[in-house]
């Protein structure tokens, strides 16, 4: 097997500008860095991954739970996490939780599945497990369930991005705005986009109907066409929709499209999230952008702070994502 040296006589260079090559430094001049590739690949040189992070104490992978992988939302952050992981040299390794259990055994058994720390997107463990947090090594909280809990937290722009798209549909006409949420027991996303839906009316001087918030067991399409069909059919008088998420938003469009509800016409329709699958409907979805790629950086960075962290943490971390309004043909856009 070739070593460092062996590449660095057949590139005529020093094993301190191999390394450099290797490590991507970026002071190599680019002929110098053609040079040793051409090395690397023609003695078949591999870099011991596994035997560098073993001798830093490291794995150089990082978990990634989530609730569903099958999501077009979580198959999105996954994305951004990996692309910024990748971006620091570091792997991902993605498992899917689904229910409190499994979300409890990723926090308690990540480091033996050989993490070098864990994000997770918790949707089923609320503020009385936040003392379930305080594990024996690094984890930061991606989303909006866990609040005053004892580790780093990134959450997603829900008050102000929801009052933002509730906004939007009042400036474009409408009235009697619904919104499509999930059970608001505790504080958790659609409890925060409730509240921004109805800060929104507030500001505005509009009443705030119970009639309009329609609460779904799930956050999907099909849940949402249902939900848009039932509301048409009861005599509803509604004239917008606001969802808390663009699956429930995709839906509601197919829904009111089988009740024969023209719109932006008579109903105006926004979601949240600015899945990739928004723009190519008909009609195009108006909705929340949220800034997953900075959002995911930032999760990243303080888990790799975590990480090489030598002494024991002094308090955690709270940020909050930016947004913005993507407006498109269900809004009149």
Do not use: W
């Amino acid at each position: 097997m070739a070593t460092l040296q062996d590449v660095a006589k057949a590139a005529g260079v020093s094993p301190m500008t191999v390394s450099n090559v290797i490590n991507n430094h970026p002071h190599v001049r680019s002929s110098t860095r053609e040079k040793v590739l051409e090395a690397m690949a023609r003695l078949d040189y591999r870099v011991n991954v596994a035997a560098r992070n073993l001798a830093k104490g490291r794995t150089g992978t990082i978990g990634l739970a989530v609730p569903d992988v099958n999501s077009p939302y979580y198959g999105r952050l996954a994305s951004a996490i990996i692309t910024a992981a990748e971006r620091r040299r570091l792997r991902v390794s993605i498992e899917q939780t689904g229910t409190r259990e499994n979300e409890l055994d990723a926090l308690s058994l990540s480091r033996n599945r050989l993490y070098d720390g864990l994000i997770l997107t918790a949707a089923g463990l609320g503020q009385g497990d936040a003392e379930r947090l305080r594990v024996d090594h690094p984890v930061v909280i991606l989303g909006d369930r866990i609040f005053d809990g004892p580790v780093d937290h990134v959450a997603m722009p829900n008050l102000d991005a929801s009052r933002a798209a509730t906004r939007h549909l009042i400036e474009r006409g409408c009235r009697r705005i619904a919104i499509l949420c999930g059970a608001v027991d505790e504080v958790d996303t659609s409890s925060l986009r409730l509240t921004g839906y109805q800060q929104a009316l507030h500001d505005a001087g509009l009443p705030a109907d119970p009639a309009l918030i329609q609460q779904v067991s799930r956050l999907d399409m099909g849940e949402g066409a249902q939900c848009a069909r039932e509301m048409a059919k009861s005599g509803l008088d509604f004239d917008g929709v606001f969802c808390v998420n663009d699956s429930l938003a995709m839906g509601v469009l197919r829904g009111l499209a089988d009740a024969r509800i023209r719109v932006p016409d008579q109903v105006k329709v926004i979601g949240f999230d600015n899945v990739k699958e928004s723009t190519f409907l008909i009609p195009s979805l108006s909705t929340v952008d949220p800034d997953h790629d900075g959002m995911a950086e930032r999760a990243v960075d303080l888990l790799i702070r975590r990480i090489e962290q030598t002494e024991p943490p002094a308090g955690h971390a709270e940020s909050v994502g930016d947004f913005s309004l993507v407006i498109r043909e269900s809004t009149g856009g």
